[in-house]
């Protein structure tokens, strides 16, 4: 269990919405703002799962508004809340907000969840064990580390200084998180496929800042964001960057990632100073 970020829902209302936690591992360096969205969309998926029986699960599709309050500490319990505003047989809408002792760490709004057959992905009956588990005691805290989830190997192909970059992007060909990623069907997560973009936008939004504030740049929105297929094991693709504004303190960006010429995502991310809240 090496990609799941739900250790506990602690209450849910069939269909509508739930609240849940999950604990951070001391020993983690850091957990990607990204992957705090993971555990929101996988709360979010438990309700919508449950309501139509585990015949049929959610998957990455779009993400109308990302906001980024602040990093959540390793050995800290994040506090999840989802709320459904539709969850129907084909897809589910909802948003979400993550917090830590009270405190803001990320809120998901106008995300959309496409419905595909859970057969084709995973064992339903082992699916509905483990909802069972998560309503009742909870789950052990899972051995999430670097390890699980590598980072992909990025190799900058074209650069032009704060204006434009260009990077080659190869997805793992085995990772710990496949197994849980899909059981049935190993997919790349749209998230660490984010995660990545992110990264490449922070880099290009770092050039144009005033210096004084360029290694206290970071990520504060990403909106519009759209996953436009799946990603193999092994499957190579391209990320393009590119500023769209800037000022002094920030930057926005917007990003595109393409497979064999065709668009797997695209995506637009706001840079700045995170203010105390």
């Excluded at 897809?91 to 057969?119: F, K, T």
């Excluded at 200084?161 to 060909?173: H, W």
Aim: aromatic share 6%; charged share 25%.
């Amino acid at each position: 269990m090496a990609f799941l970020f739900v250790d506990r829902i602690t209450e849910i209302v069939p269909g509508r919405r739930a609240r849940g936690t999950f604990s951070i591992p001391k020993d983690l360096r850091s957990l990607s703002p990204c992957l705090v969205g993971e555990a929101l969309g996988q709360l979010a998926a438990w309700v919508a799962m449950a309501q139509v029986a585990f015949r049929s699960r959610p998957v990455a599709g779009i993400t109308g508004e990302f906001r980024i309050k602040r990093d959540a500490s390793p050995g800290a319990i994040l506090d999840l809340e989802v709320e459904l505003d539709t969850c129907e047989s084909d897809a589910i809408l909802y948003g979400g907000s993550a917090r830590v002792e009270d405190r803001p760490i990320v809120e998901l709004s106008r995300c959309v969840g496409p419905m595909l057959p859970m057969e084709d992905f995973d064992d339903p009956e082992v699916v509905r064990d483990r909802f069972e588990l998560l309503c009742g005691a909870g789950a052990p805290p899972q051995s999430f580390s670097g390890d699980v989830a590598p980072s992909p190997r990025i190799v900058v192909i074209d650069h032009n200084p704060g204006k434009r970059l260009r990077a080659e992007m190869q997805v793992p060909s085995s990772a710990p998180f496949f197994a849980d990623h899909f059981p049935r069907r190993p997919v790349f997560p749209g998230t660490l496929l984010i995660d990545a973009n992110v990264h490449l936008a922070v880099r290009l939004a770092r050039e144009v800042v005033d210096p004084s504030v360029r290694m206290l740049l970071r990520t504060t929105r990403i909106s519009n964001v759209k996953m436009r297929s799946f990603l193999p094991p092994g499957q190579s693709l391209e990320i393009d960057a590119e500023i769209v504004t800037a000022s002094r303190s920030s930057a926005e960006i917007t990003l595109i990632s393409e497979a064999e010429g065709q668009r797997v995502s695209t995506a637009r991310v706001e840079t700045g100073l995170w203010v105390a809240s």
